[in-house]
């Protein structure tokens, strides 16, 4: 069975502080795609980064930046210089390759990001 | 950029009634889903679909729930009878192929008295 584990619930951060949210995934799949998603509270699921499981180097995207580690099962999500339009709620979430690819979300981080 | 849409944005409903959700996927996409979200809890995957046929469905899709995908565009979730622990926000999602990143609509507030 697949299970993604945020162990971090609430986070707060004053504005251009860096933050890492955690996310550490279990499969017995050896291949599989990890996403992390952002609902900021106007509630609708934002797609930011998907990763498949071949695929270990890093990626940076303006201030996000992500750290794929197989070795740990862990794909974190860092944000540089946090702004207030950071603050959200971030999922991660883990699918298979069956037919489907169903995702498994995490419970989510709630990020709240002070001026 | 095109979008998942979902109506109605909200929707208010007496226990036992039926109610019906609609979405409108990415017009190119070949597999649809439905996801749960209870307040403050985690997305929880209720059933995909591709190929006008169920191809999942998770414990919580029992007998009270179907999908439909009526005509060429629409997606539809159907809950028989709900119940008051149906109140939750239901999104719709689609993709192009498999495991192509999932496209989530803004949702439907779902609310059970």
């Known amino acids: 069975a697949q299970k993604v584990t945020q162990a971090q619930t609430e986070i707060s951060v004053v504005e251009k502080e860096d933050v890492t949210l955690d996310c550490v995934y279990e499969t017995r799949d050896t291949t599989y795609y990890l996403f992390w998603y952002k609902q900021p509270p106007s509630g609708e699921l934002v797609f930011l980064i998907r990763?498949?499981?071949?695929?270990?180097q890093n990626e940076i995207s303006g201030r996000y930046s992500w750290n794929f580690q197989k070795s740990t099962s862990s794909f974190n999500f860092t944000i540089t210089a946090s702004q207030v339009v950071d603050s959200a709620v971030y999922f991660c979430a883990l699918s298979d390759t069956g037919a489907n690819s169903k995702l498994t979300f995490g419970k989510g981080i709630t990020l709240s990001v002070r001026p | 950029e095109p979008e998942v849409t979902q109506t109605p944005s909200h929707q208010v409903t007496q226990m036992g009634q039926e109610v019906i959700l609609r979405c409108v996927p990415i017009?190119?996409?070949?597999?649809f889903y439905w996801y749960r979200q209870i307040l403050g809890q985690k997305v929880e995957f209720l059933v995909s679909f591709y190929n006008n046929e169920i191809s999942e469905k998770s414990e919580i899709f029992d007998d009270q729930f179907s999908v439909e995908r009526p005509d060429g565009s629409n997606f539809t979730l159907k809950i028989r009878s709900t119940k008051l622990e149906d109140s939750a926000m239901y999104f719709c999602?689609?993709?192009?192929?498999?495991?192509?990143?999932?496209?989530f609509g803004n949702g439907t507030r779902l609310t059970v008295t």
């Open positions: 990763r498949n499981s071949f695929d270990e």
């Open positions: 999602a689609s993709s192009e192929i498999r495991n192509s990143p999932l496209h």
């Open positions: 017009s190119n996409h070949l597999y």
